[in-house]
């Protein structure tokens, strides 16, 4: 899954998109045929920062920067577009101009998300976070961050039964990054297994963040190798989609793990 943040601020690639104020669409389009050449088979399009410290946007702002966007993909690229938000309008308007996948860092815990998302018919990514961006990472606390995020990502996902989702149409992402410290994140990726035995197909995304950034002491563009070598260990612990920037390196690294695994099972 290949990351597009259509947003002035995002933490990697905030305004890669923009020519001063305005959204560059052209460049988009390219960043996306680019995306597909090297490997992937989702785009997520994405129009609020959810790095930590950032505020939201309204839906307005956020339809204005998301839509156009999904209807020039989908246009022209037959490929999964997914959109991250938590705004149940944008929900809608993506899936109306041919988004497939919804991918919330909320969960659908906002008003009106569940019954967008079950409306919308398309699989849905939710996603564990403790607090809002804002200030999720001023002072994350758990007594058991496994159990928790897994019990938590069981309610959510039994919400979505009762608001008429699918069963198969849930994934699931521990959230790493959001609300949690480094300990935490290095937990829950050891728990990788343990949660891909739920059953619920797991969505990863670690790439460029800043626990990369805690272990190497690299800045935000110096994470490539730390980012792909934990892509690769999502991936042999059971990851089901990989959520990355650098596209052509890991999907290299994933290429690497499937023949290893395909050696292993013919023998
Ligand atoms: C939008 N966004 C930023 N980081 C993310 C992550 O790790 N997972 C998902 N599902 N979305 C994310």
């Known amino acids: 899954m290949a990351v597009m943040n259509v947003t002035p601020d995002s933490f990697s690639d905030g305004g890669q998109f923009y020519a001063g104020t305005s959204l560059n669409l052209d460049s988009i389009l390219a960043a996306v ?7 992937a088979t989702l785009i997520d399009i994405g129009g ?4 930590p410290g950032a505020s939201p946007v309204s839906q307005q702002e956020e339809c204005d ?61 939710l996603m564990h976070m403790q607090g809002e961006p804002a200030s999720m990472q001023q002072k994350p606390e758990y ?9 938590f990502l069981a309610e959510r996902s039994a919400a979505c039964r009762e608001a008429g989702l699918l069963d198969n149409h849930i ?10 410290s ?9 728990a990788l297994p343990h949660l891909a035995e739920t059953g619920y197909p797991l969505l990863v995304g670690v790439s460029r963040k800043s626990m990369l950034g805690a272990v190497t002491g690299r800045d935000v563009d ?11 260990l999502a991936a042999e612990r059971g990851a089901a989609i ?4 650098d596209v052509r390196e890991t999907a290299d690294a994933l290429a690497m793990v499937a023949a290893l695994k395909k050696e292993k099972d013919q023998a």
Do not use: Y
Not at 48 to 51: K, L, Q, V, Y
Not at 182 to 190: A, G, R, T, V
């Open 33 to 39: 045929e680019g995306a597909l050449a090297d490997g």
């Open 48 to 51: 609020e920062s959810t790095r």
């Open 65 to 125: 920067r998301v839509l156009p966007v999904v209807e020039a993909v989908a246009a022209r690229f037959d490929v999964v577009i997914s959109v991250d938000t938590s705004s149940p309008e944008v929900m809608r308007g993506a899936v109306d101009l041919g988004a497939g996948m919804l991918n919330d860092v909320r969960a659908l815990r906002r008003d009106g998300a569940l019954a967008a998302a079950a409306d919308c018919g398309v699989p849905v990514c």
């Open 143 to 151: 007594r058991d961050i496994v159990a928790e995020v897994k019990a």
């Open 171 to 180: 994934l699931w992402d521990p959230g790493f990054g959001f609300g949690k």
């Open 182 to 190: 480094l300990s935490h994140n290095l937990q829950l990726f050891n």
């Open 222 to 232: 110096q994470r490539m190798a730390a980012s792909v070598t934990m892509a690769a």
């Open 242 to 245: 990989l959520r990355v920037h």
